[in-house]
Nanobody
Framework: QVQLVESGGGLVQAGGSLRLSCTAS????????MGWYRQAPGKQRELVAR???????NYVDSVKGRFTISGDNARNTVHLQMNSLQPADTAVYYC?????????WGQGTQVTVSS
């Protein structure tokens, strides 16, 4: 079984920080692309950040300069450091792993930023 276990979500005040972590296990191979999507109430799911096999990172414009994605070389673990959090960042955050074009998803972790 492929499992992506997320941790680090919670409630934080505006301006605060959270660090999300995701560890993958099972038949996932190595050198995967991993990242985070989020879905806020009433909004579409969006890609927040990703890190590919070569270590290149990408971010949605709204989090640039505030969020940092990192991971190990095998892409089995990924982190999302979220600083200067805003109420607009409130969402369920989903870790994902992509291997040979096949996506795998975490269960989602709630991030709530109070105003």
């Amino acid at each position: 079984q492929v499992q992506l276990v997320e941790s680090g979500g919670g409630l934080v005040q505006a301006g605060g920080s959270l660090r999300l972590s995701c560890t993958a296990s099972g038949s996932i191979g190595s050198l995967n692309t991993m990242g985070w999507y989020r879905q806020a109430p009433g909004k579409q799911r969006e890609l927040v950040a990703r890190i590919n096999n070569g270590g290149t990172t990408n971010y949605v414009d709204s989090v640039k300069g505030r969020f940092t994605i990192s991971g190990d070389n095998a892409r089995n673990t990924v982190h999302l450091q979220m600083n200067s959090l805003q109420p607009a960042d409130t969402a369920v955050y989903y870790c994902y792993l992509q291997r040979l074009g096949r996506p795998f998803w975490g269960q989602g972790t709630q991030v709530t930023v109070s105003s």
